[in-house]
């Protein structure tokens, strides 16, 4: 859900289905079952355990967007790109501040619990979160070579939609670490930078 508020952001309240389902696409890696950290990072472009710098990202955006003409590819490859960069600022800001604070035994479980309850926050705060789960089914995706293929972003678009829309899966809790005002301020700053780092 944040990337989607941050697809929203950038389209000015009116996202493309396509920018709504390549926001997702770097995760569509998961469809092939348990993988490893380093087959995830290949997606993300990570290179020794580091995401990728803000330049590298821009290189490759150019790389991929000037590959298709049709609107459809290129709002597809700002949606991966930007998915790639706001987890680059999120691990260098929210995930960095929670680290901070976090003291107890169990930090993937609690950033795992406290993520999900964003998700089922921002599905309720955002005036089109139906609407946007309802346009991303409508996108035919692409390939991103050697990345992902089609078929896989399909299945994990598929597969993110009817999570969200099962209220079993909200954790029920108040998160301490990610606070809605907090996340909010995540993405209102994200979609700023993504627009002047992206505009040229």
Known sequence: MVHFAISEGLFNQAPTSNLLLGSIA?????????????????????????????????????EYWLKRQDPEWKDFVLGYFSHIYTDLRWTETAYADFEKEYTGNEIR???NQEVSQIEFELLRSMRNADKLLMLIQKA????????????????????????????????????VYFKPAKIENFIHVTVKELKEQFNE
Do not use: M
């Not at 469809?31 to 950290?37: A, D, E, P």
């Not at 997606?43 to 995401?51: A, D, Q, S, Y």
């Not at 993110?160 to 108040?174: A, Y």
């Open 26 to 62: 770097p995760d569509a890696i998961h469809v092939r079952g348990q993988i490893t950290r380093e087959e995830k990072g290949v997606t993300h472009f990570v290179h020794n355990g580091r995401l990728p710098t803000k330049e590298l990202i821009l290189k490759k955006y150019q």
């Open 109 to 111: 479980e609690i950033y």
């Open 140 to 175: 035919d995706g692409f390939t991103i070579s050697p990345l992902v293929t089609q078929l896989e972003v399909i299945q994990y678009r598929d597969i993110k939609v009817n999570w969200l829309r099962d209220q079993n899966h909200e954790p029920q809790i108040s998160p």
